[in-house]
Every structure is written in C-alpha cells, then in structure tokens.
C-alpha cells in the first residue's frame, strides 16, 4: 500500500539553529530532511521518489499567500501592507571594525516610551544583541579578521535617526551583560532596563532563564553595574515542551496597567513554536517568579480561558495565540492605517524561512488572525554561492519607537549554520518598512521578452576598450564584463540599431559570474535613461539605489521608445573599492504572445555545487562545460530551487538535462521530483518522474500557485554510470496555458 502523509515536521531550529527534520507517515515508513536542503530518506517496500510523492515535506496548513494576492486577516483576497527596504537602517549596521554583526536586535526605549514614531532628537535607544562577531573588515572586499566571539553585546543610539556617529557598541571581552546567555527582549522602567536571557543547553534550547537588570545613569545603560537574577521561572521544560518567556514584550500599562511577556511553546517533537503569554504590572515586572513558587509573584501565565499563577498552563492547547511563530517576535499597538486599534504580531514564519508575516489582534491576547506573508527576504538566493545555498533569515520583529508616523520598522537576521561565512554580509541585521497605510503594489504580469542589445556597440565615459563586453554575450568571469573606474559616475551607451519599444531591462552584476568576492563588487546605486540621439537629452526610465543582488532584471510600467540606452552607475560596489564592473548590460523589448519562462534568470539555490546553480536558469545550453549546474555531491538526493519573484500560476514546466548540452544520454537525470513552496521552507509535490531517458522533460502538470519551485533528485544518472552527478542545463517554469 502506498504510503499516505499522516504528518510532518518543519525544517526549523531546535532553539536558534538549524536541526533534522523528520517525516513519518502512515505506514511507518519515516525520511529525514537535513538542514543542508538535501532530503535523505530509508525506505522499505517502495521507490524512493514514490514515497516523496505521497509525503510532502511540510505541516499542517499551507502557510498565507500574502505577495499581493493576499491571504490571512480577512481571507484569501486580502491584500497585504506595502513593504520597501529600509536601507538606511540596514546600513547603520555594515561596519568595518569593532562590531562586525550579530543576531537578537531588540531595541529599548530608555525613556520608556514604545509607541510607534516616539523616539525623538534627544531620545537615546539601546541595542540588545546575542552572539556577536569583534574584528576588522577588509574595506575593499568585507572578508573580515574575527578576534573575538561574544555571546552578547548591545549598543546606544542617540537620536531617531540610523546615524552611525551617533551609535556606541559596546563589545567588552565578558559580553555587554557579563554572561554567556544569550539575550531576549528587555524594557526600560524607571532608571533601570529589564530584560531576560537563556543559558542554552547542548540542543540550542534554554536550559536556565535569567532575569538581567541595567541600571540607566546619566540617561544610558551603566554596562559596568549589570546585576542577574539566575533560574527565574519563566521556563517549562518536560518531556514533550520547552516554553520559555521573554522573547518579546509589549508595554500595554497606559491602557490596562500591564506589560505583555510574549514566549513560545516548543514542541519538542518537530520543533514547531507557538506563541504563548504573560503578563505583569509594570510596577512588578522585577517581581519574577521563582521555580516551584509561583504563588507569590504577581506574574499570570495566560491558559487560554483565565490568568493563573502557574505557568504550566501555557502547554495545554487552549494556551496558543498563534501558530508557527519565530524564537523572537513582536506584538505592537496600531494607532494609524488600516489596523488602528488592532495589535501587530511580526514574526518569521517557522522560525527559519523567507517569510515575514504579521497577524492582527483585537487584545494583546488576540485572537490573532492567520499570518500575512508581507516581505520575502531575498538573501538566501542573494548569498547562497557564499554559502553553498544555507543561508537563512529569521527572528522578524518591530521596532516601534525608531519607527515613522504610518510605517513600522521591523527586522530580520541573517545566518548560515556551520563554518563562518566569508564576508560581513551574512551575519548582520536587515530592515524593512511596513507601511500601515497603503496595500502592496500589484505586480507586473510576467511576459516574455528578447534582449535587443545583444551584440549590438557599446561605448562607455571610461573604461572604453571594454564597454563591448557588457552586450557581448559572456558573464562567467569579472573579465567578460565592462569594467570602469567611478569618481562621481560612469555611463555605459548601447546603440540599439534604431528606435525599440523597450519594455525592461537586465543587468548582469560582478557576482553573477560566481566572483571570489561574493556580493561585494556588486553595483550598488544605478539608473537607466534612454533618448533619441547618441549626445541625449537623456530621460530617466528607472533607478536603483542600495542592490545588492548579482542580478537586475525589472520590467518597466510601460514600453517607452528610443534608440540609445544608457546605464548610468552612481555607486559602482557595496564596499571602497570605486571600480564599476557590468558583465552584461541587456534592453529588453517584448517578445509577443510566447508565454514567459518564469524562473528565466530568477535566483537560483541548491543543496550543494550552488555557485553554479544560476546556470540553470540562465537561458543557455549551449557549451557542455558551462552552461549546467553540476552537482557531484554525495548526497542521497540533490536540490535545485528557484525563486519566482512572487507567487504565479503554474501549469507546465521543462527540463533540459545532460543530452540537451550535447553530453551522453546516460547521464540524463533519471528520477526527480517538482516541488513548489509559498515560503521556500515547506515544500508540495506537484510531480515525478521515474525512469526518464529523454534529453528534455517538458510536462503539463494540473496549475497549482506558488513563488519557489524546486526540482528534488532522487537518481541523477542511469544504473551504468559509477559517478551519480547532476547535470541540469536549465529548468523552465511556465504558466498555464491561455494564461
């Protein structure tokens, strides 16, 4: 009998980081899914592709489709917040000496006022951070020279602005709170900052909770007077659940005299977390109860009916407010928009994903609305050649104080497991604006397009011997590229031969080619113009500011007509060095009715050999030895995704293997399996393949919708071939037809 999915678990972390999944279905028949993206199953008495196909890697409910179709608060046609970058935030951490990065930002408001835009001019804001990274940094390409380690520090901020000469770090060689825990969530009453920190144990989970007071002199955080209160009770810890509190906390006192304590309950088997409370009097909030006495702390525990004393209450059921939360979290009092009134849960969804969802309360106990996917982090897709595609985002929340009047700032971290990443890129945090006011924009529809400045001349304000290489073509080393030195700017010109409705345009970054320096020669600040005559007037059709990822590719609103493009370059890397370097600068004009390849030239993220996963979604088959993501791992299974952009409706899809770029047929993928994924963590069999033989796969499958499609490889090669390598030339992903 076939094996039928009774249930799974989520590739989350056991308390922080990344831990096996497993999967157990209704005929015992159990598979594990690694934290490395490959799946590694034990079968008996069935193939392993068709016991994928039966037991899809995921849980429970699928998770929103927020994009801009919408899904959660008001059901599936609601249409989430508007979320843009918030560069300049993400910026006031990208430092080059002392602190380096670090995950667990939380933000305290040492005045003690946590409304949304309350900070001012005068205000001071400290930091709270976990494990840190102390060092230098390379200006030039951000590799850095660690000499120390911490598993905690903090910073203050003078003012409501991300100035970086009004931000103090404090790095001391003990940790800013003269411990090893890592850090929660911390409040400021009075003259002293509140907050709590775990004692993790050898799984990563809280073994010990501490409470850490910071006594506020002169108006910041005397480091030097920390005292700790060890073991206060606020962790259960049993056979089935770890729930611990203090990894977000909400000032409610000005309406009911409370502080909200928000914690998560761990269920141990699967490591799904969810969203429990506390509360306290503000007066009180020192008052922490001990193990074994609850009774005489004024802390309650909510049970889902009542406030008790005892906080094992919070295991049963009753006691969730909200599903598959991250290990750090937020719940903010809306003032202004479409939610005035209501509370704002931001988390990530699964704890590790490339989901950022917010759900809506009525109290600060809910109910919650389902979750509303409102930002994707792009950073796995964009570092993943860095870290052979396990980079990972996680611990969303909001900053309410730092914020502006209408728009909520939240952020994230970014990790790999492992070794240490390469260059300060990985491990800082990131920003976003959340605008309370204003619905995500919709997207354009997605058309086919050519690129009209192929081969076409090019010259260039310097850097002139090598502007021809920018539409010749070739990208697979910095050498195939323009390459200009950039004072104040350099232009790049491309003649398209005569007048072309140009609906978009691609621009092929240094890291597109698989550079030894990762994102860091990536141009950061860019626009494009367009005009009638080679001398201008020139027009602005588009401008970037703050890329980092190896590839633009962005359709214009509307076609505009004109025969001379130009790529004006304003920031030409992410670091000092002032060199520009384009490897492909392509106009795009439409194509007619064809239907578009949705993953043409999308991000691309691989279980292992990822720095050559982009070939797969490149567009060519045309040299054996570089046109393929080639994956020799020894992997039980090999994984290719791509990132969509947002969710489409998909009904076919083609793969071309090994024979298409003119290799043996015995090396054409045999057994795979298509996946699709809302949030690239949880993924959905939509079709496999067993036995193939052909060069080229091209099926229709029934239309499902999804951003992330993933091609899983159960057997790469045929049974005579003794090196078992993956060799994809390209995976193509199409709408439905008539769509």
């Known amino acids: 009998m076939p094996a039928i999915c009774a249930g799974s678990t989520h590739a989350t972390d056991a308390g922080r980081r990344g831990s096996p999944v497993r999967v157990l279905c209704s005929d015992g028949i159990p598979s594990s899914a690694q ?32 994009d801009t179709s919408g899904a959660g608060a008001e059901g599936a046609a609601t249409v ?18 002392g602190w380096l990065g670090a995950d667990g930002i939380f933000s305290v408001p040492l005045d003690g006022r946590d409304g949304i835009g309350d900070a001012a001019p005068s205000s001071r804001t400290m930091f709270i951070f976990s494990d840190t990274r102390v060092g230098t940094a390379d200006p030039f390409d951000l590799t850095y020279d660690q000499t120390s380690f911490l598993n905690n520090s903090s910073a203050v901020l003078e003012g409501d602005q991300p100035k970086p000469e009004r931000a ?33 144990d050898s799984n990563w989970n809280a073994s010990r909770v501490d409470l850490f007071s910071i006594p506020i002199v002169g108006g910041v955080p005397d480091y030097a007077a920390v005292e700790r209160t060890e073991n206060v009770g606020l962790l259960v810890r049993d056979s089935r659940y770890i729930v611990m509190f203090g990894v977000g906390l909400m000032d409610n006192s000005s309406v009911d005299g409370y502080v909200y304590v928000y914690g998560y309950r761990n269920t141990l088997l699967g490591g799904r977390k969810d969203l429990v409370v506390a509360r306290v009097p503000k007066a009180d909030f020192a008052d922490v109860p001990r193990p074994g006495d609850d009774a005489s702390s004024p802390w309650r525990f909510w049970s889902g009916t009542e406030w008790s004393p005892d906080i094992s209450v919070v295991e049963q059921d009753a006691a969730v407010l909200h599903s598959d939360v991250s290990t750090e979290l937020s719940v903010t009092p809306v003032t202004t928009g479409r939610y005035a009134g209501k509370y704002l849960l931001v988390y990530t969804r699964a704890v590790q994903s490339a989901a950022l969802e917010y759900a809506v309360g009525d109290t600060p ?16 897709y964009i570092y993943g050649s860095q870290t052979e595609g396990v980079t990972y985002c996680y611990n969303a929340k909001a900053h309410p104080s730092l914020s502006e009047e209408g728009k909520l700032l939240v952020s994230y971290n970014v990790n790999k497991p492992g070794d240490s990443p390469l260059t300060t890129e990985i491990y800082r945090p990131r920003f976003v604006w959340l605008d309370l006011n204003q619905p995500a924009a919709t997207p354009l529809a997605p058309r086919a397009t050519t690129n009209v400045a192929a081969g076409r001349p090019a010259t260039s304000s310097r850097g002139r011997i090598t502007a021809a290489k920018a539409t010749d073509g070739a990208w697979d080393v910095l050498e195939d590229g323009w390459q200009a030195k950039v004072s104040r700017n350099a232009w790049l010109s491309v003649d398209l031969g005569a007048t072309r409705a140009i609906s978009g345009y691609r621009v092929k970054h240094a890291g597109y080619g698989g550079s030894p320096h990762g994102t860091a020669l990536n141009t950061r600040d860019f626009s494009v113009e367009v005009s009638a005559r080679p001398g201008g007037p020139w027009r602005t059709v588009d401008a970037v500011t703050g890329n980092t990822e190896n590839l633009t590719d962005r359709l214009l609103a509307s076609p505009v007509s004109a025969r001379y493009v130009r790529l004006s370059v304003t920031t030409p890397t992410q670091t000092a060095d002032d060199t520009t370097r384009i490897l492909e600068f392509e106009v795009l004009s439409d194509a007619g009715a064809g239907p578009p390849n949705l993953a043409l030239y999308r991000p691309a993220l691989a279980d292992s050999a990822n720095s050559t996963a982009y070939h797969a979604t490149d567009g060519q088959v045309f040299d054996p030895d570089l046109d393929a993501w080639v994956n020799s791992s020894a992997h039980g299974s090999k994984s290719l995704a791509v990132d969509l952009g947002r969710s489409h409706s998909i009904g076919r899809y083609v793969v071309r293997h090994a024979e298409a770029g003119g290799l043996d047929p015995a090396l054409n993928t ?8 809302d949030n690239g963590t949880q993924w959905t069999n939509r079709d496999i393949v067993v036995g193939n033989g052909s060069a080229v796969t091209d099926r229709t499958v029934p239309a499902f919708t999804a951003r992330y499609v993933r091609l899983l490889i159960t057997k790469p090669v045929a049974d005579s071939v003794s090196e078992k390598t993956a060799r994809v030339y390209e995976l193509e992903v199409y709408p439905p037809a008539g769509e």
């Open 670 to 677: 045999r057994d795979f399996v298509v996946q699709s994924s």
């Open 35 to 66: 934290g490395d993206g490959g799946i590694r199953t034990r079968v008996w008495g069935t193939t392993i592709a068709a016991t994928l196909l039966a037991c899809s890697v995921g849980v429970g409910a699928p998770p929103s489709q927020a």
């Open 168 to 200: 103090n770090f404090v790095t001391p060689e003990n940790g800013a709170f003269a411990s090893h825990d890592w850090m929660n969530d911390g409040i400021a009453i009075g003259d002293t900052v509140y907050a709590t920190g775990f004692a993790p």
């Open 80 to 97: 989430p917040l508007a979320a843009t970058r918030a560069d300049e935030w993400t910026q006031l951490f990208d430092r080059r000496s």
């Open 365 to 380: 106990i809910g109910p919650f609305s389902a979750g509303v996917r409102f930002y994707n982090c792009p950073e796995p």
